[in-house]
C-alpha cells in the first residue's frame, strides 16, 4: 500500500514539476536564445549565452522527461544545478518571496528535482515499465539457472542403489525360505564308526573290532 501512495504522489510531483519546468523553457525559446543570453549577461551570469541555452534545453526537454518519467534520476540531477545556478546568481540577493525577485520559486523547484534524484519518479512512468521488464526478465534467468543446477546436481548413493538393484522374480518371491542345516544336525550326532556298527547289526555280521586310543597318543 505505502508503494502504491508513493507512485502516484510521485507521478503528480512529476507532472506538476514538468509543466513548470517545460513552460519556462518554452518561454526562453520563445524569446530567442539571443535575447535571453543578453538578460543573462545583465544579471551577471557567467557565460551567458552557454548558460542561456544550457536553461533552455534542460527546462524543455527536462520537464518532458519528468511528465513521461524517463530518465528521471539523470533529469533531476541536471535540473537542481541549473536551480542552483539561477539562485546563486539572480536571486539570493532578493531574499525569499518571489514578489521581490527572491528565490522561492526556483529554491521550491530544487528541492523537487533533489527527491527526483533521490527516490526516482516511482513505477508510473517510462522507467518504472523498464525496471519492471527487467526485474521479471532477471527472475526468469534466475529460476532457469535453478532449473539446470538442480538437473545437473547428482542423486544421493542410497537411491541410485534401489533403482539399480534387480527385481526378484515371481519363482523367487513366492519360494519360502528354509534355513540350512548342518551335516551334524541331520546325522544327530553320529560319526562313521557309529555308522559301520549299524550297518554290521543289520547285516548279521559281527562289527568290526574297534582299537582302543593309544594312550600314549592321548598322554
Do not use: C
Not at 513505477?123 to 525496471?131: K, Y
Request: proline content about 6%; glycine content about 12%.
Amino acid at each position: 500500500m505505502k508503494r502504491v501512495v508513493f507512485d502516484v504522489a510521485a507521478l503528480i510531483a512529476r507532472v506538476v514539476t514538468g509543466v513548470i519546468f517545460l513552460a519556462h523553457g518554452l518561454q526562453k525559446w520563445d524569446g530567442g536564445l539571443g535575447a535571453t543570453g543578453q538578460a543573462f549577461r545583465g544579471m551577471g551570469i557567467p557565460m551567458p549565452e552557454l548558460a542561456a541555452t544550457f536553461a533552455s534545453v534542460i527546462e524543455t526537454v527536462g520537464g518532458l522527461f519528468l511528465i513521461l518519467g524517463l530518465l528521471v534520476r539523470l533529469v533531476g540531477f541536471l535540473l537542481l544545478v541549473n536551480m542552483l545556478g539561477a539562485i546563486a546568481y539572480v536571486h539570493a540577493g532578493h531574499g525569499v518571496l518571489s514578489t521581490a525577485g527572491g528565490w522561492e520559486l526556483p529554491g521550491a523547484l530544487a528541492a523537487l528535482a533533489l527527491l527526483f534524484l533521490a527516490l526516482g519518479g516511482g513505477r508510473l512512468g517510462i522507467d518504472g515499465i523498464f525496471a519492471a521488464m527487467f526485474r521479471r526478465r532477471s527472475e526468469r534467468l534466475d529460476a532457469e539457472e535453478e532449473r539446470a543446477a538442480q538437473a545437473q546436481r547428482p542423486e544421493p548413493s542410497n537411491v541410485t542403489t534401489r533403482l539399480t538393484r534387480p527385481a526378484p522374480t515371481v519363482e523367487q518371491a513366492e519360494a519360502p525360505r528354509v534355513p540350512r542345516q548342518s551335516a551334524e544336525h541331520h546325522t544327530g550326532g553320529i560319526n562313521d564308526d557309529d555308522m559301520r556298527d549299524i550297518d554290521a547289526l543289520v547285516s548279521d555280521e559281527p562289527p568290526p573290532h574297534r582299537k582302543p586310543p593309544n594312550r600314549s597318543d592321548a598322554v
